[in-house]
């Protein structure tokens, strides 16, 4: 019933190698588990890491997040079980009074969270949210400050979807609230638009707050319920994957819409939606997105990540590279390469002059001066290992490491073993990596294509473009009109693109947004995710990189 019902035993690190001031911290809470269940608790969180770490778009981030088990012994086993909710009526002396039949709803499973949340910092002070795993095979759990899930059958897809609301702020997107299909009460949504990133009111293409993802060939509302009595069961009426306003959602049957006919936050067992997905990825990345290099190059700045607040992190760079592993720069007189650590003018020397870089998940690798061999930086001091010949250019991302051949310009994948490459497709105009995906521009730049991962099979997916940009945000894939210099975004679908904005300079793809340096490189804008709606957020630059830094 209250601490003096248990003890907590000590945290242990079950996942994660992220420096712990830049990590997505989980901590698993054990309740109602005895001294002698210990063990159960501990196979109840390695479930918890294999699911998460095996669900997109978790599988793509699990280099930054990192998960803590608390054990925590409780006098009694399991959790109260009020009969006012249909339960059986039993309580237990738990550390946290974790209990079923939160407002008569057996299954909405609840603890005291100014504990769970006191225990979580006292243990892992950097954590950034807690889940409380509760020794119950009743089927259950919560979100909101602190999340909450049983150990009932497919207990570890309602710790996703319960995370879902506790990390990243997202609603039910179900029809219903108790569970019934006719509940009255919930036929009509009241005015007012929701919080939640992934429920609306608004069927509008240019203010929907998923726009981005809407194709204008894709009717608002796309579903609405025929019955607004109840719940609307049928089919979806388009293929899946498409993204609209589909009628049900938040509770309500009627008057609320979801991104998807189906979701996670919507049914068990679902990948997380386009839109749900997005939100994820944007918030676990604990990193700052976009660094700037002043138009004359004398010093380095990162955006804070609001408003229009940036700090400057460096002196003077001949050019900069981003990706998930970090930041680095050159050196504007000699050229070598110093990698960024973190603090402001805190910069570490990592190798000499090359002809260009590019940095992937884990690392950077170089390409020589005289393009004639690639390198893998190591990770230590400025020590490299050579593991390819001589080469044109050289694109790296959370899809892996491609290159160029300096004559024919064909495309070789780099296999993970020095000069261990294999052909995967012919010249192109330029590629681009993206966190699941290689993509690339025909030699004439009348056409994109995406490579389908295996042979030299690839899919046309798009008509000409002047450059293509990828990164994790969105469909991870933007691109320029070449007549009109405009942005597109890829929608996931071969020819499905929506425009987002005119012309720029060059543009960012981060994990949070899209980023634009104007023609005249005198102003940066942050995609605002709405229609073609941008907000200005910094003055000149000459370049835009994104990444974890």
Known sequence: MTTSDGTVQGRTQIHGTAPRNRAFTIVLLGDGFTAAQQTAFNTACTSFVTALTLT????????????WRVNVTSTDSGADDPA????????????????????????????????????????????????VVVNSTIDGGSGGSVGTYSL????????????????YGLADEYAYYSGAENETGHDYHPAGEPVEPNVTLNTSYTSLKWGWAVAGTTALPTMANPNCAKVDTRPSTVPAGTVGCFEGAHYYHCRAYRPEHNCQMRELGNWFCTVCAQVIQARTKVAKNVCALTPNKDAVYRYDGSGTSWTKIGGAAGQLYAGAWGLVATNPGSGD??????????????????????????????????????????????????????????????????????????????????DEWVYIGKAGASFAVAGDALYALTPSRDAVYRYDGYGTTWTKIGGPA????????????????????????YLGVP???????????????????????????????????????????????????????
């Open 56 to 67: 997109p778009p978790f599988n793509r981030m699990a280099r930054t997040i990192n998960i």
């Open 84 to 131: 006012g909710a249909g339960g059986t009526g039993a309580t237990a002396r738990t550390y946290f009074d974790s209990t079923f039949g939160a407002n008569g709803i057996r299954r909405l499973l609840v603890c005291d969270n100014s504990t769970a949340l006191q225990t979580a910092a006292a243990q892992v002070p950097e954590f950034t949210v807690a889940l």
């Open 152 to 167: 009932a059958e497919g207990a570890v897809e309602v710790a996703l979807h319960e995370i879902g609301h506790t990390a």
């Open 337 to 418: 390469l110093y990698r960024y650590l973190g603090t402001p003018d805190s910069w570490q020397l990592i190798g000499s002059a090359g002809a260009s870089f590019a940095v992937g998940t884990d690392t950077v690798y170089g390409l020589t001066p005289s393009r004639d061999a690639v390198y893998r930086y190591n990770g230590t001091g400025s020590s490299w290992t050579r593991i390819g010949g001589a080469a044109s250019q050289i694109y790296a991302g959370g899809w892996g490491l491609v290159a160029t051949n300096p004559s024919s310009g064909d495309l070789y994948r780099y296999l993970g073993t020095p």
């Open 495 to 549: 020819d499905a693109w929506k425009v987002l904005s005119g012309p720029g300079a060059s543009f960012a793809v981060a994990t949070d947004a899209v980023y634009r340096l104007t023609q005249a490189k005198d102003a940066v804008y942050r995609y605002s995710g709405k229609g073609i709606l941008w907000a200005r957020i910094g003055d000149a630059a000459h370049s835009l990189v994104a990444g974890d830094i």
């Open 466 to 489: 002047a450059q293509i940009y990828a990164g994790e945000w969105g469909r991870g894939l933007v691109a320029t009109n070449p007549v009109t210099g405009g942005l597109k975004a």
